[in-house]
């Protein structure tokens, strides 16, 4: 005999259930999408669930750990949600709750995965850290944070941030304006990070002092980076000979993240790229890391993670055929 359905009241009191649910009550529609036997109908903070007793003590399980990841860090999102069903967690299972910066308008940011978290350790344990892999893991944001937290601690003075000035199977032609405004389309994921983590009218004052200092791959050369958090982003990009100048930069008192996705190498054919060689050579330095981001630590949308699978299905497919035909 079938169970008749019973309504279950849960309280979103504690929480800015607003917030929690999204605009427009995005995260409520997604979690309804999850939950196709149950009946949810939000009236405020109030929420009723209508449904079988077992798919209501698994709809509780599942909702008390998407608060929990809610409360830890501020807001939550679909590859949260799909995290949590298929594990009983979401991807901060495993990584501490130290805050690395208090952002704007409340935000807090920490690391929210195991790698990230190992990222943000390395970097209390070594001088220089690489960080590798794909889109949307974190490594660029994570970097920005840990410099942001380093100046706000006045353990360093300044905060430089460089890249290569390589399009991604783009040409973007002349660019006008000073040399910021030519690097501001290469370096937007930089200025993004900063705007979350500095207010504005500080974050300008910075930039014309120089606090932080925005600066071509190609001008690093000849410099001696002393007191300075420096981060060298798309470092893919940069070749043998342009990574090695840049790593003989570091001075005194100086912290460098080099990030990067070496699976998008923009640079011609017959160029190899500094990053893939460097961390080959420099892994077992002293005073070095690297460490390796993938698939489970993207953070993006949830579609995201799938994209990157099947790009990397697709590699895997052609490596075959060549070694076939070998």
């Keep these: 005999m079938e169970e008749k359905g019973i309504e279950k009241i849960i309280s979103l009191e504690e929480i800015d259930y607003m917030r929690f649910w999204g605009t427009n009550d995005k995260m409520l529609d997604f979690v309804r999408l999850l939950f196709p036997k149950l009946k949810l109908v ?45 594990n009983g967690g979401g991807p901060d299972t495993e990584q ?12 807090l940011i920490k690391a929210r995965t195991p790698n990230q978290q190992r990222l943000v350790e390395a970097v209390k344990k070594n001088d220089m850290v690489f960080a590798i892999g794909p889109a949307g893991t974190g490594k660029t944001y994570t970097a920005v ?3 942001v937290r380093a100046l ?15 399009e991604a199977g783009e040409n ?46 190609a001008f690093m050369r000849g410099r001696t980076l002393d007191n300075a ?4 982003d798309e470092a893919q ?22 990030t990067g996705d070496i699976t998008q190498i923009d640079l011609p054919r017959n160029q190899q790229s500094g990053l893939v060689q460097a961390t080959q ?5 002293d005073g070095i890391s690297v460490i390796e981001l993938d698939n489970s630590d993207v953070i993006r949308h949830r579609l995201v993670t799938n994209i990157i699978r099947a790009y990397d299905k697709l590699k895997e497919a052609k490596k075959e055929i060549e070694e076939d035909v070998i």
Excluded at 152 to 166: S, Y
Excluded at 182 to 207: E, G, H, N
Excluded at 229 to 232: A, P
């Design 42 to 86: 939000v009236r405020g903070e109030m929420l009723k669930v209508i449904g079988s007793t077992d798919d209501i003590v698994l709809f509780e399980d599942k909702l008390g750990a998407m608060i929990t990841y809610y409360e830890k860090f501020g807001r939550i999102n679909e590859n949260a949600i799909m995290q949590i069903m298929e």
């Design 96 to 107: 501490s709750d130290e805050i690395l910066v208090h952002g704007r308008n409340g935000l």
């Design 145 to 147: 944070a840990l410099a």
């Design 152 to 166: 706000k601690n006045k353990e360093i003075r300044r905060i430089i941030l460089t890249r290569p000035a390589v």
């Design 172 to 217: 973007l032609g002349f660019l006008p304006g000073d040399l910021r405004d030519k690097l501001d389309p290469y370096l937007q994921p930089l200025y993004d990070a900063l705007r979350d983590m500095i207010p504005q009218q500080k974050l300008l004052s910075y930039w014309e002092d120089n606090t932080i200092e925005i600066a071509p791959l």
């Design 229 to 232: 958090f420096v981060i060298l």
């Design 237 to 258: 990009n940069a070749t043998s000979a342009q990574l090695k100048m840049f790593l003989t930069r570091m001075g005194r008192n100086a912290k460098f993240i080099i």
């Design 281 to 285: 050579i420099l892994k077992g330095i």
